[in-house]
């Protein structure tokens, strides 16, 4: 009977499933069957059922293995447009394939192509120079192997890869990172193990640390002599990395041993160009240390022999070409030199090849690839080279043309990186090339008379300034206009401030917490990563703005400008010190050689301030103080115009710690601090931490009614155990006036006051949002090595928050006010960044949505302070400026003194930033406001008495 025979079941089943038969008729139908010939019912139908389960998993195979063998084909044929150099038709084949393939198939059978083709795509997009994409989808692929559960090997191999890639972009931070999270899953690999702490020791050396480097390059030769059977050119290509760490070490005897090492593992080895390539390239260095110039030469030009012949077009020509360009510049060859630099980017920019003469790359054709920058950066110097012995202004031109293109290429690369620290060290690497910008562009403007030419050198000088929180403010903002849903918002709000927290865990807290925190700030940071690779495929829009922010024009500062209100911008470079003066009808620059003890007067006046002192201390300011004023400030002190009453200063380097009200316009003599002659007495100063972030849109209109949430912590005996609750609190000493500069404010604007034990963490938190101006009385906790974690003291800590706000977590507020006035000690202090500004947390607020604010430069003295924003808060509801308001209030203070409190310790501590017009229309103060509500009948029988008072007097007055 058939019945028993359950293979020609499972053929007529495919037959019919083949045939699109109805699978559920004819299971009924057969069941049938079988119990007419005597089977019982249930086993007739848990026969067929079985059966009709072996049928489908046959179809579903057959239909796998055609799908299968579909896909191998169509990603072979990839593969072969790849190997006929046709990598943009095999990028399209591949893009194709994944669309296609993720609506063909179920998710877990679609993985393993899609790790392929994504991988596929990495390694063409690479070939093609396009670094960002490339590592785009090697981010992809690890995502998918992850959610696959790949082997640990593969896994390791793409955190190898993305990490490798990152290096070459010069994103260290990033890079390590990676290669640190594959290190783990690369154990029981020692090629890839090797592989991986060979990138390491290479992000280490780009990072500036050469010994910790060489370690690493030591730990890889290690593994690789251990491997059977050895690989001589993987042996080579380590020491060649640990030779390149001792040059970096100045140990040159230690690096010759490793290319001799290099030069026997090589022997014997036939197809091996790029390492016999980079073999010559070193010994060039070699040779360049001893100062055989001529060996150097002659041995780099066969490394680019070599790395020719492995590949024309490969990017290690171009990063020997750059390197004999450096070569040859030192030498003083310029037209060798530019014919390197030029020979590199013609390999770097496809777009560029054929280009002669003096032309340079357009500056649509830039990527994020670093040596691109270097090559361009060379370029320059060659032509400035030129220019300096034959004077010919098309040298100087091209020297101008080519630094700024190398400038655009570095924000290029800056915005490429995902963590702000990697974006702050690239800053401050580069911000040399900025001083040479500005150097040239202000030459080039005397020698050709075109006035052009000192606007763009304002344009460098704007382009370094603050441009990492310049681009985070525009992030914050595109989050709202570009449409990113809310949830995706807060997705990435706490991945930051997640990334902010275990930063400034991993630098402060005991070594085993220390680690702990530095591994899940890695972690963060590769989700974050993933996160962004979703937002950039589902919101292109918010992804390509996040970090435009364009340096302002002269013009445009201009039109925002005050009456009586001049931009003061300052550079200080290594060698230079330039100043830019910015009024209503004149644009005027002034470059000066920095003097040797410009630092030593800046650090001795800050030395001063921030302590009351003797007669020593007071003869030590009037020096600082005046020898300032010569330096940096009577270079444009005498050329402002009548009537300029307003300055606002956009310091750079030491100069951001300088309060210049204090300095001195003319010569003290044996003057005392009552009587000195200092700079507030001229002019009221605001400060800014660049012109594009001061003037970047139209003051904020002022209003009617404006009102204040002010927190304030007395610290005192009296006040609650909640001021004190843990022991690092113990030590703070008391602030008796805090409470009473709150009931000064009271006086002048409604709101929200919160004193003492009110004054929490979470009711900050909660009710800051809803206020446009913010004032904290009480104090700070400060951290000069570590800023994300200096933090404001409020009252105790609750379920919600600890009773810290810590600088890190006001990157995660969402504030929309115009004023925040952070009346507590060095609020405006901190870590001095080159091109960024001090990261203090004035820095945080302004971040956070603060359009102005009121910061601290010292420790403050509590009864100085309340008197001074007492004052400061009564002129501002009286419709004062902002800056006028603080200068008014200092001012009055200095002059009410007649002795040591007259010292600028007590006074010039408050300084103010940002935005500056008034916050308030001017009218009646905040008393009569509300007279209209609350005081009408008292106001009414004032009036019916004066009336009557006045009647009876005209009738005495008819008596007489």
Request: glycine fraction near 6%; aromatic fraction near 10%.
């Amino acid at each position: 009977m058939y019945w028993k025979n359950p293979f020609r079941i499972v053929l007529l089943v495919l037959h019919f499933a083949i045939m699109q038969a109805d699978l559920s008729v004819y299971a009924q139908t057969e069941a049938q069957t079988l119990f007419a010939q005597g089977m019982s019912q249930r086993a007739a139908r848990d026969f067929v059922a079985a059966s009709l389960s072996f049928a489908a998993s046959a179809v579903a195979a057959a239909e796998k293995q055609a799908w299968d063998e579909w896909a191998e084909a169509r990603i072979k044929g990839g593969a072969c447009l790849g190997k006929d150099g046709q990598f943009v038709e095999a990028i399209d084949h591949y893009l194709n394939l994944r669309s296609e393939l993720s609506g063909k198939m179920a998710d877990s059978l679609v993985w393993p192509y899609q790790i392929r083709i994504d991988r596929s795509l990495a390694y063409y997009y690479n070939r093609l120079g396009a670094g960002d994409l490339s590592i785009r989808y090697q981010q992809e692929a690890l995502q998918t192997q992850i959610r696959s559960g790949s082997p640990a090997g593969k896994i390791a191999k793409t955190y190898l890869n993305i990490g490798s890639q990152l290096v070459r972009k010069n994103d260290m931070v990033h890079a390590t990172t990676y290669l640190e999270a594959g290190l783990p899953l690369a154990a029981g690999h020692p090629m890839l193990e090797s592989r991986i702490w060979t990138n390491l020791g290479a992000a280490a050396v780009h990072s500036g640390d050469p010994e910790r480097g060489a370690q690493a390059f030591e730990i890889a030769i290690k593994l690789r002599k251990a491997m059977r059977p050895p690989v001589p050119e993987a042996l080579a290509s380590a020491h060649l990395f640990l030779a390149g760490a001792h040059f970096d070490l100045h140990e040159v005897d230690a690096a010759e041993k490793d290319l001799q090492q290099v030069q026997f593992l090589l022997k014997n080895c036939e197809d091996c160009d790029e390492l016999v390539g980079d073999l010559y390239g070193h010994r060039a260095t070699l040779l360049k240390e001893r100062e055989d110039f001529a060996g150097a030469i002659s041995e780099a030009e066969l490394a680019v022999s070599h790395f020719k012949s492995a590949n024309p077009f490969g990017r290690e020509v171009a990063l020997q070409l750059v390197e004999n360009g450096l070569m040859r510049h030192e030498m003083g060859q310029a037209a060798a030199a530019l014919s390197d630099f030029r020979g590199a980017l013609s390999v770097l920019l496809p777009e560029y090849r054929g280009r002669g003469g003096d032309t340079l790359p357009e500056l649509d054709s830039l990527r994020t690839d670093p040596w691109i920058f270097l090559a361009l950066q060379g370029l320059a110097d060659a032509a400035y080279l030129n220019y300096s012995t034959g004077k010919l202004e098309k040298d100087l031109e091209m020297s101008v043309a080519a630094l700024a293109l190398a400038l655009d290429q570095a924000s290029l690369v800056r915005r490429a990186f995902a963590s702000e620290e990697a974006r702050l060290n690239l800053n401050g690497k580069i911000y040399l090339l900025y001083e040479k910008a500005i150097v040239r562009a202000l030459e080039l403007a005397e020698q050709s008379g075109d006035s052009t030419y000192e606007q763009l050198a304002f344009s460098f000088a704007e382009q370094g300034k603050a441009a990492v929180l310049l681009e985070e403010i525009a992030q914050a903002r595109s989050m709202v206009k570009f449409g990113l849903p809310d949830s995706v918002q807060a997705r990435l709000q706490a991945l930051d401030l997640n990334y902010r927290y275990f930063r400034q865990c991993a630098q402060t807290d005991t070594s085993q917490r220390s680690r702990d925190c530095a591994r899940r700030r890695d972690a963060t940071l590769l989700e974050r990563d993933q996160l962004m690779l979703t937002i950039r495929d589902q919101y292109p829009a918010y992804h390509a703005a996040r970090y435009q922010a364009s340096p302002i024009d002269i013009a445009t500062i201009q039109q925002r400008l005050r009456p009586g209100e001049a931009l003061v911008e300052y550079f200080f470079g290594d060698s230079n010190l330039v100043v830019f003066l910015i009024t209503a009808d004149q644009f005027l620059s002034n470059r000066q050689s920095l003097s040797p003890d410009l630092e030593a007067h800046i650090r001795g006046l800050r030395k001063t301030l921030s302590a009351v002192g003797g007669s020593k201390e007071l003869a030590a300011f009037r020096t600082h103080a005046r020898a300032l004023y010569l330096q940096v400030a009577a270079p444009w002190v005498d050329r402002l115009g009548e009537g300029t009453t307003s300055i606002t200063i956009v310091p750079d380097g030491l100069l951001s710690y300088v309060p210049f009200e204090v300095l001195l316009g003319s010569e003290p003599g044996e003057a005392i601090y009552p009587t000195l002659p200092y700079l507030i007495r001229d002019y009221r100063f605001s400060y800014g931490y660049s012109a594009s972030l001061r003037y970047r849109a139209a003051a904020t209109a002022p209003q009617k009614d404006r009102q204040v949430l002010a927190c304030a912590l007395s610290f005192t005996q009296a006040s609650s155990n909640a001021l004190r609750s843990s022991p690092d609190r113990e030590h703070l000493p008391a602030l008796p006036n805090a409470l009473a500069e709150a009931e000064a404010i009271r006086k002048s604007f409604a709101g929200r006051f919160l004193l003492d034990d009110q004054a929490t963490e979470t009711a900050f938190r909660e009710l800051s949002p809803q206020y446009s101006m913010l004032h904290l009385a009480t104090h700070t906790i400060f951290n000069d090595s570590n800023p994300d974690a200096t933090r404001i003291v409020f009252a105790g800590s609750d379920p919600e928050n600890d009773g810290y706000l810590h600088a890190y977590e006001l990157y995660g507020l969402q504030l929309d006010a115009d004023l925040a006035v952070l009346s507590a000690c060095q609020t405006g202090d901190g870590e001095l960044l080159r091109g960024e500004g001090v990261m203090s947390l004035g820095r945080a607020f302004t971040y956070a949505g603060c359009r102005s604010t009121i910061m601290t430069l010292w420790p403050l003295n509590d009864r100085a302070s309340e008197k001074i924003m007492s004052a400061f808060y009564g002129y501002l509801a009286q419709g004062m400026a902002r800056d006028e308001a603080l200068h008014t209030a200092k001012l009055e203070f200095l002059n009410a003194q007649r002795g040591p409190r007259a010292n600028p310790f007590y006074w010039a501590g408050f300084i103010h930033s940002g935005e500056a017009g008034p916050v308030i229309e001017a009218g009646l103060p905040f008393e009569l406001w509300i007279l209209p509500v609350g005081g009408a009948p008292v106001l009414l029988l004032l009036l019916l008495l004066f009336l009557r008072r006045r009647a009876h007097h005209r009738k005495e007055k008819v008596r007489i």
